[in-house]
Each structure stands twice: as structure tokens, then as C-alpha cells.
């Protein structure tokens, strides 16, 4: 049955390839709910079509059946009057009727059974919607805790980025000192080599200056005390 097709068709939608696609799932759930929404509306107005085609197979079964049991009084009253002739003909419009029923039996039989399937997909579906925004603050909650965990990652991760950035820092100064030194040893290899004769000679000859100046005092001295006895 078209109808029927068409409802699995709706039920059928592929929600993996959405959430592929989805760049934020908490509105997805939202788009999601509401083209469940819009399919539940197409799903009521197709039912409603089911059910109203049950109850005009109802009405027609339950007129031919009506007119079955008129044909059926009629020919016991001709009986009654006496009068076999019309009762056979009664009875003859009942047997027509009754070929009839048999086909307006089947197919009221068929529009019973899927009005009773629609009906039951209607309720699964609106169950399922009822379900789903029950638990769509839930999800929603969860997506909000798990985006706040990928910020608290990213955050860690700079940190270990700024800790990495410090270790590589603590390379290049210990390269800089490292080539600070080779640079300060170089210089002291390239030097001229220092003569120590100059500083060995002003060693003595300080020496000696000093030694006349002790001279000089002495006689110094001498000459005040041969004073000072005068």
C-alpha cells in the first residue's frame, strides 16, 4: 500500500548520515525532533485517510448486510401471504446481494488491517518523539560537558606546548653558553703569548728603590740623634 510504503519511508531516514554531516550536534537534535514533528503530521493526515476508508467499507458492508436481512424478511412475508413466487425472487436478490457481500467483507477486512497498522506506527512514532524530547536535554547536557572537556584538552595541550616551548628555551641558553664558551677560549688561544721578563724585572728594581729609600731614611735618623746629643 502506498501510504504504508511511504510511512517506512519516513521511519527509514538515515540519522547516521545527518550526524555526519552535523557541525553541531545539539542543533541537529533539534532539526531532528522537528522533521519528526513535520513526518507526524504527514503520518495523522495519511491515518486519518486509513481509518476514513475502514469506516466507509464499514458502512457499505454493514448496508449490504442490512439489505441482505431485508430481502431475507421480505420472502418470509410472501411466504406468510402465500404468495412462493415473490419469496423466490426475494431470496434470488438475496443470493445477489450476498456475492456482493463477500467482496465488500474483504475489503473491509484490508482496510481494518491497515488502519490498524497505521494506528500503530502513529503511536510508536509519537512515542518515540515523546522519548526523544524527554531525553533531549539530557543530550543536550552531555554534549555541553563534552565540549567543556575538549576546552579543558586544548588547554592542557597549550600548557604542554608552553612546557615543551620552556624545555627548548633551556637548549638554546645551555647552546648560547656552550658557545659562549668555545667563543671565550678561542679568543685566549688566539691571544699573543704574554711576556712575564717585564713584571720579573719591575719585581727588583721595586725592590730596589725601595731598599735606597730605607737607606735614605736610616742616615736620616742618624743625622737627628747626632743632633740632638750636640
Known amino acids: 500500500m502506498n501510504i504504508l510504503t511511504r ?17 553541531d550536534p545539539g542543533k541537529l537534535i533539534d532539526q531532528y525532533l522537528r522533521n519528526l514533528n513535520r513526518d507526524l503530521g ?39 401471504a402465500g404468495n412462493d413466487a415473490d419469496a423466490r425472487k ?34 510508536k512514532l ?15 547536557g552531555k554534549l555541553s560537558v563534552a565540549k567543556t572537556q575538549e576546552r579543558i584538552n586544548r588547554i592542557q595541550s597549550s600548557v604542554g606546548s608552553a612546557n615543551n616551548s620552556k624545555s627548548a628555551f633551556d637548549r638554546i641558553e645551555e647552546k648560547a653558553n656552550q658557545a659562549m664558551d668555545r667563543a671565550n677560549a678561542m679568543s685566549e688561544l688566539n691571544s699573543p703569548p704574554k711576556d712575564n721578563m717585564n713584571d720579573l724585572m719591575a719585581k727588583y728594581n721595586n725592590s730596589n728603590t725601595d731598599s735606597g729609600i730605607d737607606d735614605e731614611l736610616a742616615a736620616l735618623k742618624e743625622s737627628l740623634q747626632k743632633k740632638n746629643n750636640k
Open 7 to 23: 510511512f517506512r519511508d519516513i521511519m527509514a531516514s538515515n540519522i547516521h548520515a545527518m550526524l555526519d554531516k552535523a557541525e
Open 42 to 80: 504527514k503520518v495523522k493526515s495519511d491515518t486519518a485517510t486509513v481509518m476514513a476508508e475502514e469506516q466507509r467499507a464499514k458502512r457499505a458492508l454493514d448496508e449490504c448486510q442490512a439489505d441482505m436481512d431485508k430481502m431475507q424478511n421480505y420472502a418470509i412475508k410472501a411466504l406468510e
Open 90 to 123: 426475494f431470496l434470488e436478490r438475496k443470493a445477489t446481494i450476498a456475492e456482493e457481500e463477500t467482496g465488500l467483507k474483504e475489503a473491509y477486512d484490508l482496510a481494518a488491517s491497515n488502519a490498524s497498522k497505521m494506528r500503530q506506527m502513529h503511536d
Open 126 to 140: 509519537v512515542s518515540d518523539i515523546r522519548e526523544l524530547e524527554s531525553r533531549k536535554n539530557m543530550i543536550k
